[in-house]
């Protein structure tokens, strides 16, 4: 079993940043793809980003791109969502999220994902 802890959600001013931090429990996160899905209200959960066990195929969906920077430290079992230039149209629940399939194929749908933090709220104000 694994379980995801979020934590970095809060209030900014549009143009501003936040940084999302994800620990995970578990002697395997290193062989885990990790991502970072959100929902706002009255929309349904979105692929936000993704990174493979290794790091080396990340994959962001196109309102977050050049704006958004994921990365994990496999030694603290961590992973990140850096958040740069936020939008008003950002503010959503951002979740944490990991596949348990040894694979270095990075997934955007949520059935493919095996487990899910509770979630940390991200407001931006315009």
């Known amino acids: 079993q694994v379980q995801l802890v979020e934590s970095g959600g809060g209030l900014v001013q549009a143009g501003g940043s936040l940084r999302l931090s994800c620990a995970a429990s578990g002697r395997t996160f290193s062989r885990y793809a990790m991502g970072w899905f959100r929902q706002a209200p009255g929309k349904e959960r979105e692929f936000v980003a993704a990174i493979s066990w290794s790091g080396g195929n990340i994959v962001y969906a196109d309102s977050v791109k050049g704006r958004f920077t994921i990365s994990r430290d496999n030694a603290k079992n961590t992973v990140y969502l850096q958040m740069n230039s936020l939008k008003a149209e950002d503010t959503a629940v951002y979740y944490c999220?990991?596949?348990?399939?040894?694979?270095?194929?990075?997934?955007?749908?949520?059935?493919?994902?095996?487990?899910w933090g509770q979630g940390t709220q991200v407001t931006v104000s315009s």
């Open positions: 999220v990991a596949d348990a399939t040894f694979t270095p194929v990075v997934a955007t749908e949520r059935g493919e994902y095996d487990y």
